[in-house]
């Protein structure tokens, strides 16, 4: 079936910094012979607002503006755009197009959450010279035009020496990574603790996530079953084996005399 009205993009995402207005377009292009005029659009969860229709090229392109407000949380808000057009045939016919916002914190974390060990990736620390088992975390600026550098690091409310930390740098000033490791097996079967990051941007000085660590112990290393030191060779089907009776001694015999003739 031919669609009457084309979107683009289909899906309509409007991304940027908490505190700020967010502004998207969508084109509207005819997908038929038929003309088309577009009359309108409305928000179905009124989480966004319809600005200025523009006639590109009269009955085939249309351009329709999208905001939505600045929010104090960060958070996506979902929502739902009916654009009416009124095609040359003298039918008025709608298409529908999801719209997202996301209103991002100055500092965003990925992944967001907790972050977690779970026991089966930490019961091998107790087998000679396991390797660590690490997570990683993102640190990425919202606005490119505020940078921001990580000033400090720490672990609260948890063993000391359990979680080691290390960061770089992927773009300096917009992009970071820290590594979180577990070096050692524990006795108690879960640990909790706080990762907080420090940084120098006005907006957004400090950055936290929980660290959950399950513990275990490792699976045991199965036993070898032991091998046979010789093999028995059995005979090809179909061939008899003689009995063989082992000989315990040779009898002792008395010469015979021959008496007479």
Request: hydrophobic share 35%; glycine share 8%.
């Amino acid at each position: 079936m031919l669609q009457v009205l084309k979107v683009a993009p289909t899906a309509l995402i409007m991304r940027g910094p908490l505190g700020q207005e967010h502004i998207g377009q969508i084109t509207i292009t005819k997908g038929t012979e038929l003309d088309i005029t577009v009359i309108g659009a409305t928000a179905q969860k009124k989480q966004v607002t319809v600005g200025e229709i523009t006639e590109v090229e009269a009955g085939k392109t249309y351009t329709l503006n999208v905001s939505a407000p600045s929010a104090i949380i960060p958070g996506m808000l979902r929502d739902a755009l009916t654009v009416e057009a009124m095609c040359s045939d003298g039918q008025l016919r709608t298409t529908v197009v999801q719209v997202t916002v996301d209103h991002q914190a100055p500092i965003t974390m990925i992944p967001r959450g907790n972050v977690v060990f779970q026991r089966r990736d930490t019961a091998r620390l107790g087998s000679p010279g396991a390797a660590p088992v690490r997570r990683d975390l993102q640190l990425l600026g919202t606005d490119p035009n505020a940078p921001f550098n990580i000033t400090g690091m720490e672990v609260v409310d948890a063993p000391e020496g359990l979680f080691k930390l290390t960061q770089r740098a992927i773009k300096p000033g917009e992009r970071y990574v820290i590594s979180i490791e577990v070096t050692e097996p524990r006795q108690e079967r879960s640990i909790r603790g706080q990762l907080k990051i420090t940084t120098d941007h006005p907006d957004m000085p400090q950055v936290a996530a929980r660290i959950y660590a399950q513990f275990g112990t490792a699976a045991p290393l199965p036993t070898p079953r032991p091998r046979p030191t010789t093999s028995p060779v059995k005979p090809a089907k179909g061939v008899l084996t003689p009995k063989v009776t082992p000989i315990q001694g040779k009898p002792a015999t008395t010469p015979k005399v021959k008496v007479g003739s």
